[in-house]
């Protein structure tokens, strides 16, 4: 049943684009799917936050590429303040966190969908 709805949910927040997270609920996740989580930092009034989540996030390709791949959380450092001490110099920053909440990458800036799938590719 789990599974199920799990599915479903993946399954539907493909069609608007990636399926986001808090922080505590991707860790939630991540323990029963063993997922890398991809946390996605940002500003409210970014423009490259803008832009990067126009071009790329809801792009429903790049979501379901990405969804496969990662569990997808948001930090909006407007509102919240990033775990793990992690201390962001500028926004948007993309965090890859595995399992034992080590950071396995760390991806700055706005990117176009190529090369933000180059980047993500062989993280695991």
Not at 44 to 60: G, I, T
Request: with cysteine.
């Amino acid at each position: 049943m789990n599974k199920i709805v799990l599915i479903l949910i993946f399954s539907i927040s493909w069609l608007w684009g990636i399926e986001l997270h808090t922080y505590k609920e991707a860790l939630e996740i991540q323990k029963k799917s063993g997922k890398i989580i991809m946390l996605k930092i940002v500003r409210s009034n970014c423009h490259y936050c803008e832009d990067m989540q126009k071009a790329v996030c809801e792009n429903r390709e790049m979501a379901q590429w990405l969804g496969k791949r990662f569990i997808v959380a948001k930090v909006n450092l407007d509102n919240e303040k990033a775990p793990l001490g992690i201390k962001v110099p500028f926004t948007p920053s993309f965090y890859f966190i595995n399992k034992n909440q080590e950071i396995v990458k760390k991806i700055p800036g706005s990117w176009n969908i190529q090369d933000f799938k180059d980047l993500t590719e062989k993280i695991k």
